[in-house]
Structures are given as C-alpha cells and as structure tokens.
C-alpha cells in the first residue's frame, strides 16, 4: 500500500510539475528569460515540485472554503431567515446529495488512473483503494475547519458541524457503493464526466430545492437535517466492507478509460467530432455581403447551434425565473421587502452572474477552430485594418447573441424592482436595465480582445497558453470578490456604464497597435 501510495503521487507530481513549468514558459515577459531546455534545469523543477506540494495542501483546504462562501454561507446570508442555522443545515444536505453521486473521486476517469493501471499494469484494486481512501481523507480533514467556521457562524449546532466532515465522506462511500454494486448487477458504469439526462434533473431539482424552497419559507427542519446526516455516517461506515471487497476494479477502469483516454489522445478526432455537431450542413447558406461581412454571416448562420439557441434557451430560463419570483411576491408577500431592499444593493453581484451566462469562450473557441485555424495561415489576414476590422465585426455579433438574456435580465430586474415596492429615485430603474446591458457588452469585448491578444490555440487546437489561462482565471476571482460588494445601485451601475465604454476603447486601440504581431497560430 505505501508503495502503491508513493507511485501515485510520483506520477500526480510528475504531470503537475510539467504543467507548471508550461505554464511559466508561455508568460511573455518570462519566456524569454528561460531556457528551451526547461524541463532538463534543476533549480526550476525543483521551484515546480515546491508550488506542487503546496498546491496539494492549499487545495485541501481552499476548494473547502470557497464552497462555503459562495454555495452555503454566502447564499444563506441572502434570506436573512429567522432560524439562521436550520437554512444553513438545509442548503448543505441538498448541496452534499448532489455532490454524492457527481463528484465521487472514484469514477473520475483521469490521466493519472490510466498511466497507473493501464499503462503500468500497477494493481487496479490496490491503486483505488489507496487513491480514493486518500481523497476521502481530504475531503474529511478539508471541512472541518471550514465546517466549524462557517457552521458556528451559521448558527449550527457545535456536534452538527463536527458531524459534517463525516456526513459529506460517508454519503460518497455510501454512493461509490451502490455504484459498484450496481455495475456488478447490471453492467452499468457510472461516470461523473457523463451525467445522464436522469442525472441532471436530479440536479437541477435539488438546487431548485436547496435555493428556491427557502424563499417561500420551506425548510428542512434541524432534526431532520441532522437526523440525515447521522443516517449517512452509518450508511458510508457499511459501505467501506463493500469497496474493499470489490473485485473488478480492473475490469471496471478498463472500459471508463478506455473512451476518454481516447478522447483525450485524439483531440483533432474530438475537434472533429465537436465540429459535425455544431455547424449546419445545409449547403444553401448564403450572404448577398461582401468581405468580411460575407464571411462573418456565413459563419454566424452555420453556428447558430452554439451561438443564438444556447443564448435562446439562457433567456427561457431567466424569463421562468423572473415570472416565478413576481408569483413568489403573489403567494408570500412579505419577501417583497427583501427582494426591494436586495435590488437596491446587490447590483455588483450580478457581475457574476452576467461573467456565467456570457458565451464569449464558446464564441471564441468556434471563431477558432472553424474559420481563424485556417485563415491565419494567410498573410493579409494579420493586417492590421483588416484585423480590427474583423474584430468589430465580430464584437458586434457576439454583443447581439449576449444582448438577448442581458435586456430580459435588465428589463426583469427593473420589473421587479418595482412590483416589489419601487424607489424614490426613478433613474434606479434606467440603471439597472442599463447597467446589466453594459456587463454584457463588457464580457463580449473582454473575451474577444483576450482571444485576440493571446490566441491560445495550438494548430492542433488544443489550448497552450498559461498567460490565457492566469487571465481567466483572473476574471472569475475578480468577479467573485465584486459578490462580496454592497453599493447603491445608482452609483455601481454609473460607474459600470463608464468603465465599460473606457474598456471598448482600449480594446480597439491595443487590436490595432498588438494584434497583427499576437493573432497567430502556434
């Protein structure tokens, strides 16, 4: 087992340090200070091995405790309920369930599982007992201090939140179980990287339950929570026995990774694939433009699968969610107060939401693999008026496919605002139509540009860019920390309108003077 266990974190550690010095090599302003014969320097990998390791330990704990702010606590603190704690409790369990069976360790085929027992022949069933045994103990040691943090903050119970570390392992060891026993009946294997369409309902229900029944006052009462939670312990302690006597785990990874592994070998066959699903065969498309323009309908009118229908069915879900809250007000009248003063206030928290539903990455990834892969091959392509060109072009189809849930959320919001009891101040409405409209119009601009200025893609389309990656990376942190924000409405939307029109114009600027050196193949 320990030396099973040492193996493991060799072959973890060596894919990781690659990784990272990867990544360090891609930084512009790094790159040119370091070698071409990276991985062969000493003092680098072992600067890799140390960032390794801590990352192994930060990420026991940091995953943890970003769960708990932005999933349980943070949410929480949005219904300002009576019995803090019974929320608090009801959130975590609905939350933990759907995390039982998607997000069980043990099914996730990745790479370290396929160079272990299939490439190296290593011994499937010790392989997976010391892997998911430790990632278990991760998740246990990881929630504790967060689960005492932010359960007592909560207003939990002290032996609930001691309790948590073990409900959340032993409700996983309870769903691996049933999984292996199911594979042993029926033949079925599960795997958490192809949920089935059974599967997402369960979840989407779940979440509907976690966040929507607290709204109207429906709650899971503590005893029952914590009554759950005790039935889960027991439940996992069973499960144990049959994990370790399970004996077809070689023959079980054998069929998960064959599929992905082979998907993820090939990725021109995946690019491939992607591509037959998404663009239109319909041979009689056409544009009566010329130029760019011609172009650019063309590839807009081919890609409408993943462009105007995924923007389509983003906008039905958020007019479902506006019509259910303005009968929420209906049926309990009382949340209209809540729901007022929230507007009024948690504009800077609709940043995130707008960063989610944006398809700028989707957008670019399209433009890449379908038009620009083949294009830039060409010299006049990388002109410099004629990538600006191109590029306000495309900025202006990319804000038109963004603008249809944006101008729902915006109008909804408004709506609300004043079916929930309205403002003294009129312009409040105007601003939150506007405002929203503008952090779309900032996310279409903000992925474009970066897709222009850094072009990830390899010609083999995969993505090799550590810098494009730090910046997305980026975006999302800054976007959860402006979650945290509580500004007037007036004042965060005004300065949102300004900073975005400012942020077009550097766009356009640094597109002519960068992007005919940036905008290239790999």
């Known amino acids: 087992m320990t030396k099973t266990l040492k193996i493991s974190f060799a072959l973890k550690n060596t894919y990781r340090v690659n990784s990272i010095l990867y990544s360090i090599k891609q930084i512009p302003l790094v790159k040119k200070l370091l070698p071409d014969a990276l991985y062969q320097v000493h003092g680098l990998k072992v600067f890799a091995n140390v960032l390794s390791l801590v990352w192994e330990i930060v990420s026991v704990f940091l995953g943890k405790f970003l769960y708990f702010i932005l999933m349980i606590s943070g949410a929480a603190s949005l219904y300002q309920a009576e019995d803090p704690g019974k929320l608090f409790l009801h959130i975590l369990v609905l939350l933990t369930v759907i995390g039982a069976f998607s997000n069980t360790f043990m099914f996730n085929p990745s790479r370290d599982k396929y160079y272990a027992m299939i490439l190296m022949r290593m011994d499937a069933r010790e392989y997976t007992l010391v892997n998911y045994g430790y990632a278990i103990l991760k998740v246990a040691v990881g929630f504790l201090p967060v689960s005492l943090i932010y359960g007592l903050g909560g207003g939990a119970p002290l032996w609930v939140c001691l309790l948590i570390p073990f409900f959340v392992a032993g409700l996983k060891l309870a769903m691996a179980a049933y999984s292996l026993r199911d594979y042993e009946k029926t033949g079925r294997i599960t795997n958490e990287n192809g949920l089935n369409k059974f599967m997402w309902i369960a979840i989407l229900a779940l979440l509907a339950a976690a966040y929507g029944l607290p709204a109207v006052g429906i709650m899971l009462p503590v005893s029952v929570s914590a009554g759950f939670m005790i039935l889960s312990v027991l439940c996992g302690a069973v499960a144990v026995w049959k994990i370790l006597v399970f004996d077809k785990y070689r023959e079980m990874y054998q069929q998960i990774l064959a599929k992905s592994m082979a998907q993820m070998d090939d990725v021109n066959t995946m690019s ?238 640094l597109i002519y003077r960068l992007a005919p050196k940036t905008f290239r193949l790999r």
């Open 272 to 509: 491939r694939q992607m591509s037959q699903k998404v663009i239109s065969a319909d041979t009689g498309i056409t544009s009566n433009r010329k130029g760019f323009e011609y172009l650019n309908e063309l590839f807009i009118r081919r890609h409408q699968k993943i462009l105007w229908k995924s923007s389509k069915k983003i906008s039905l879900v958020c007019v479902c969610l506006i019509f259910g809250i303005l009968l929420a007000f209906y049926l309990v009248p009382e949340l209209k107060e809540k729901i007022n003063g929230l507007l009024l206030s948690f504009l800077p928290y609709f940043v995130f939401i707008m960063y989610s539903i944006n398809r700028g990455t989707g957008f670019t990834r399209a433009l890449f693999m379908n038009c620009d892969h083949s294009l830039l091959t060409y010299s006049f392509y990388k002109r410099p008026d004629f990538v600006l060109k191109l590029f306000q072009i495309r900025l202006r189809e990319i804000i038109k496919v963004n603008l249809l849930p944006a101008a729902i959320i915006g109008a909804g919001l408004a709506a609300l605002l004043y079916a929930s009891g309205g403002t003294e101040n009129p312009l409040n409405y105007g601003v939150l139509f506007v405002s929203i409209i503008f952090m779309s119009i900032f996310f279409s601009v903000h992925y474009l540009t970066v897709y222009y200025l850094l072009q990830p893609y390899n010609a083999g389309t995969e993505m090799k860019s550590g810098t494009y990656q730090i910046v997305l990376s980026a975006t999302y942190f800054v976007c959860f920390l402006l979650m945290q924000v509580q500004m007037p409405t007036l004042l965060f939307g005004v300065m949102t309108i300004l900073f975005c029109l400012a942020y077009c114009v550097a766009a356009c600027i």
